[in-house]
C-alpha cells in the first residue's frame, strides 16, 4: 500500500518559517507528480504547490514568492520550505500525488499573529 508520511509542522510565530517533509513507501516516487496541500478549518482542501517528476514547479497565488517545493527523489521525499509565514497559513497540511489518488495523514502548521 502507498504511504506518505508527513513532519515538521508545529507552532510557528507571524513572520517564521518552517519546513515540511514526506517520505514516500511503496511507490515507484521518481514517476510520480507530487503535490503539498492544506485544510483549514470550515475550508476545502487546495493545492499549495506541486512538482512534476521533471521537478517543474507552481504554486498557488497566496504562497508564490513565500513557500519553496522540493524534491529528492533519491530519498523519495518532497520538501515545502515556507517562509514568512502568515496566521492565514495554519492549515493542516498534506503531501500527495498531484492526480489526488493517495496523500499523507497531515502535519498541522499554526501560525499565531
Known amino acids: 500500500q502507498v504511504q506518505f508520511v508527513e513532519s515538521g509542522g508545529g507552532l510557528v510565530q507571524f513572520g517564521g518559517s518552517l519546513r515540511l517533509s514526506c517520505v514516500a513507501s511503496?511507490?515507484?516516487?521518481?514517476?510520480?507528480?507530487m503535490g503539498w496541500y492544506r485544510q483549514a478549518p470550515e475550508k476545502q482542501r487546495e493545492l499549495v504547490a506541486g512538482i512534476t517528476r521533471g521537478g517543474s514547479t507552481n504554486y498557488a497565488d497566496s504562497v508564490k514568492g513565500r513557500f519553496t517545493i522540493s524534491r529528492d527523489n533519491a530519498k523519495k521525499s518532497v520538501y515545502l520550505q515556507m517562509n514568512s509565514l502568515k496566521p492565514e497559513d495554519t492549515a493542516v497540511y498534506y503531501c500527495?500525488?498531484?492526480?489526488?489518488?493517495?496523500r499523507g495523514q497531515g502535519t498541522q502548521v499554526t501560525v499565531s499573529s
Open positions: 500527495g500525488t498531484l492526480n489526488e489518488a493517495y
Open positions: 511503496r511507490i515507484v516516487f521518481s514517476l510520480i507528480d
